[in-house]
């Protein structure tokens, strides 16, 4: 019954988001943004770490100004998230634009799949909205399924009319073997700690040595697929844009912990342009080699 409850709850609150403008979002993000912040204290022990541990010779002032920009853009991309449920296809691409990605329809024109890893930067949430709605390819993009059932459902029909199969994390196997004569374009953020400490990789990410998944690395090598980095950038407020480039043409030539280490190493290369869109509330580093 808690969850049939939970569930209405969720629609009519994302129901009243439907009716409300986005110039109105941000009025309110901009509220969210004072509350986590300067109220509730979000994690802020936890972002102020990572950013001091990451960024070891920024002055106060610097890890001060980059902390209260991402506190900022967390409020936003927590709004647009909520927003983006019921989202039209117009202002889905609007928003999220799919821009010229290095030869990206080659492996598609071809018949082949691709992988495509990312990271917790920016807007992932468009992400998936918006690359369903913008290529050819059949888009796949691996989550950690919520708790409650009934909502769940609701948003995987909610993205797979947006042209985006939502694959649970803990069926990956299945949703690479049953897809792939399909020439899918597969996409892993691949940034989170690992829960499967046995089998990840380490890597170095930010000066310390750091767990990563194995995923992406394992089902590159084994369908041979081509690695994809895409990225994110926040063209203003509201509005991103999607780039990629090729890393790996052949994964086979790789070792699993080479390609987890060029792929994490792209992240780290991407967050140091603008750190403050990094999700740096996420306990990344959690993870140590001495008590697996």
Not at 202 to 220: C, D, I, M, N
Request: charged share 25%; with cysteine.
């Amino acid at each position: 019954m808690k969850k049939y409850f939970g569930y209405l709850f969720f629609r009519v609150f994302i129901g009243f988001f439907d009716l409300i403008p986005f110039w109105m979002i941000y009025k309110m993000s901009d509220g969210l943004y004072l509350l986590l912040y300067y109220i509730i204290g979000y994690r802020k022990k936890v972002v102020r770490d990572n950013l001091r541990q990451s960024f070891p010779d920024w002055t106060e002032a610097e890890l001060l100004k980059t902390e209260k920009k991402f506190y900022q853009h967390l409020a936003d991309i927590f709004m647009e998230g909520i927003k983006a449920v019921n989202l039209s296809d117009k202002e889905t691409v609007k928003r999220y634009k799919v821009l010229t990605l290095e030869a990206p329809n080659k492996p598609f024109s071809e018949g082949h799949a691709s992988l495509f890893v990312g990271s917790h930067y920016n807007n992932w949430e468009y992400g998936a909205l918006g690359c369903g709605l913008q290529v050819d390819p059949l888009v796949i993009v691996f989550y950690k399924p919520l708790k409650n059932e009934l909502i769940n459902e609701y948003i995987r029909h909610s993205r797979g009319q947006k042209g985006t199969l939502m694959a649970p994390l803990n069926e990956t196997s299945a949703y690479f073997k049953v897809n792939f004569p399909k020439h899918p374009m597969y996409i892993m953020i691949s940034d989170q700690s690992p829960s499967n400490v046995k089998e990840c990789h380490w890597v170095q990410f930010f000066h310390r040595e750091t767990a990563v998944l194995h995923g992406p690395a394992k089902y590159a090598q084994k369908y041979n697929l081509p690695i994809y980095f895409f990225k994110t950038r926040k063209a203003k407020r509201g509005h991103y844009e999607l780039s990629g480039e090729l890393l790996i043409d052949n994964p086979l030539d790789y070792t699993p912990e080479e390609i987890s280490a060029i792929f994490t190493q792209k992240i780290e290369m991407l967050i140091k342009e603008a750190p403050e869109f990094w999700l740096w509330s996420h306990k990344r580093w959690k993870r140590k080699r001495d008590i697996v």
